[in-house]
């Protein structure tokens, strides 16, 4: 070959075609203006709790440095066993869990379990890029169909979406989700969960934003309404409830047949995730109570906040989430949802993700995340309706 002529030259692959992270080139072009406030990624700028820290020193201290089993260390799979149980009230037994590195692990190893080459997966939108991208780069056919909005707030018409959903393999539920904030309430659940089961779907649930729920200690689970062998799979995550997004560790709730199967594929992708992150783990789920309940007190009133400041243009639509720490607004009269994010950073240095990341069309639509301090959202948001009003 041709020594000038690049390695990728005529490269068709599935990696080759999956579309970039529109969030992620935006914000690589961006972070190394000093005065910019981001507000375009998904974390608070809370640092992980000491006490979860100082497990995971502990950990490495003590030689924990080793491989360890590739479904997890069994005391962080009873430990989230237990968490399980506890919070949703239904028995959850340890070998049905098992421990991934982070929650978009789990997401993949959730989908290479069911899928084959040509399946059909459905997922409602707007929803977290990944989610259609995860899929796609194993070979899955992804179809998608909007959420509605309206004076209430973000809602699905399930009757529709049963239809759009046959003969599907799979189909995916992000609630709470990014970047609505939409919750499925627990009789949809039970309903879409029922429906799935007559027709032999899989359904995977993307419940990371579980705890960051404004109305309940969790939002609804469907591990609430299924029975244990149900095809279903529940993703959850450290990152967002003990702000641990570094940390990448994440557990997936699955029924226990399927045990086996992603014990296997787990040992083709990570082994193992590292030994001393899941002591930190264990941590976060036996002492991390009071800090999540402290993280939602403090989410509510910055929610305020941003609803208070966001409000005071005529030109912005929004309506309050229910969970998650994502505002997803509406901004009347902009045609190109890149070009005015990318405005915000030149002239104002505010960087917030723009809802053609989350949705195809959805030009007039932002997300920002509002896990911020008063100080970082107030400047920001003044510096946005600068450019808005
Ligand atoms: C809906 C959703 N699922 C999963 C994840 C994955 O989180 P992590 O990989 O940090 O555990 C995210 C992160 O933003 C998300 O928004």
């Known amino acids: 070959m041709n020594r000038h002529v690049p390695a990728t030259s005529g490269l068709e692959s599935r990696a080759t075609n999956v579309p970039e992270s529109i969030i992620r080139k935006l914000a690589n072009a961006a972070m190394h203006r000093p005065e910019l406030i981001s507000l375009w990624f998904g974390e608070s700028n809370l640092e992980t709790p000491d006490f979860i820290k100082d497990a995971a020193i502990k950990a490495i201290q003590a030689g924990e440095s080793f491989y360890s089993e590739g479904l997890g260390r069994p005391f962080l799979r009873e430990a989230i066993a ?78 529709q979406f049963l239809e759009t959903t046959a003969g599907a393999k799979c189909v995916l539920i992000n609630s709470p989700a990014n970047p609505t904030g939409w919750m499925m309430n627990s009789a949809e659940q039970r309903y879409l969960l029922e429906t799935m089961r007559e027709r032999g779907t899989w359904l995977i649930a993307d419940e990371v934003y579980a705890r960051l729920c404004f109305s309940d200690r969790a939002a609804p689970s469907f591990l609430e309404v299924a029975e244990p062998e149900d095809r279903l799979i529940v993703i959850n995550s450290f990152s967002k409830s003990w702000a641990m997004t570094g940390w990448r560790l994440g557990w997936l709730t699955l029924p226990s047949s399927l045990t086996p199967v992603l014990e296997k594929i787990i040992e083709f992708s990570v082994s193992c995730a590292p030994p001393f992150t899941q002591r930190a783990g264990v941590a976060a789920l036996e002492h991390g109570e009071q800090f999540v309940q402290q993280q939602v007190y403090d989410l509510k009133r910055s929610l305020n906040l941003t609803e208070a400041l966001l409000t005071q243009s005529d030109r912005i639509e929004f309506h309050k989430p229910a969970a998650t720490f994502y505002a997803y607004f509406r901004v009347d009269g902009v045609v190109d949802g890149i070009a005015f994010a990318k405005k915000l950073i030149d002239k104002v240095d505010v960087g917030i993700a723009p809802g053609v990341a989350f949705e195809r069309n959805a030009e007039d639509w932002f997300r920002l995340c509002f896990a911020k301090s008063d100080t970082q959202l107030t400047e920001a948001l003044s510096r946005i309706l600068l450019l808005i009003t």
């Open 82 to 159: 237990k968490y399980t149980t506890d919070l949703y009230g239904v028995d959850i037994p340890s070998d049905r869990v098992a421990v991934t590195v982070s929650g978009l692990n789990a997401l993949n190893l959730a989908f290479q379990c069911v899928l084959e080459e040509g399946d059909l997966v459905v997922t409602p939108t707007p929803t977290w890029p990944n989610i259609l991208s995860v899929p796609a780069l194993q070979g899955a056919r992804v179809e998608t169909q909007s959420l509605s909005f309206g004076s209430t707030g973000w809602g699905i018409d399930l009757e």
